[in-house]
């Protein structure tokens, strides 16, 4: 299975700065065929289910602020909030759909400063 | 527009069993793969286990092969999770979920529903 580790596991930030948040996967999600990250990154508010943010590594869900965005390649990824608002604080969770079982990070709370 | 809501939680108590239901609406549900995921109390995501579009393919998480059985009914646009043999470390807000397939990802969630395995 591939293990993908979040770091850090919480962190808090002031309104209006940036949140950077890591994931790294224990072997390559990268995809020759089609140039594609298999990644994925949920946002999760407290008594929600996750919600999709960003695709294939890059690639913003509809409706998603463009506050958010996501970076990276084979093993290494991230994904920051620009500029933090009340709204985003929630537990980010990155998941791999490269292979199965498909694999999620273990989940990063950001919170206010 | 997209819902789907899970039934069928509750309190169990270990080695005993229970049968989650997820009953769908806003799209054509015959034509998707579907999931289980599942939360532990203040913990992380797991996938659990998957089934296709006709129901021919079924996959498990190796945590729960052999006690948990996923099936659906297209005609009543509804996804089951037999659980057996349950333990304490079980206990988990159980999801349902829309699957894009293997190679794709969760992109519609219910509400999800708590299972508590306890004496």
């Known amino acids: 299975d591939i293990v993908m580790t979040q770091s850090p596991e919480s962190l808090a930030v002031s309104l209006g700065e940036r949140a950077t948040i890591n994931c790294k996967s224990s072997?390559?999600?990268?995809?020759?065929?089609?140039?594609?990250?298999?990644l994925l990154w949920y946002q999760q508010k407290p008594g929600q289910p996750p919600k999709p943010l960003i695709s294939?590594?890059?690639t913003r869900e509809s409706g998603v602020p463009d506050r958010f965005s996501g970076s990276g390649s084979g093993t290494d990824f991230t994904l920051t909030i620009s500029s933090l608002e009340a709204e985003d604080v929630a537990v980010y969770y990155c998941?791999?759909?490269?292979?199965?079982?498909?694999?999620f990070g273990q989940g990063t709370k950001v919170e206010i400063k | 527009q997209v819902q789907l809501v899970e039934s069928g939680g509750g309190l169990v108590k270990p080695g005993g069993s229970l049968r989650l239901s997820c009953a769908v609406s806003?799209?054509?549900?015959?034509?998707?793969?579907m999931s289980w995921i599942r939360q532990a109390p203040g913990k992380g995501l797991e996938w659990i286990s998957y089934?296709?579009?006709?129901?021919?393919?079924?996959l498990y998480a190796d945590s729960v092969k052999g006690r948990f059985t996923i099936s659906r009914d297209n005609a009543k646009s509804s996804l089951f999770l037999q659980m057996d043999s349950l333990r304490v470390d079980d206990t988990a807000v159980y999801y349902c979920?829309?699957?894009?397939?293997?190679?794709?990802?969760?992109?519609?969630w219910g509400q999800g529903n708590l299972v508590t395995v306890s004496s």
């Open positions: 979920a829309r699957d894009g397939g293997p190679r794709s990802w969760f992109d519609y």
């Open positions: 806003g799209f054509n549900f015959g034509n998707y793969y």
């Open positions: 089934i296709s579009s006709t129901g021919t393919t079924r």
């Open positions: 072997q390559s999600v990268f995809h020759g065929s089609n140039n594609k990250n298999y």
């Open positions: 294939w590594a890059s």
């Open positions: 998941l791999q759909y490269y292979t199965t079982p498909r694999t």
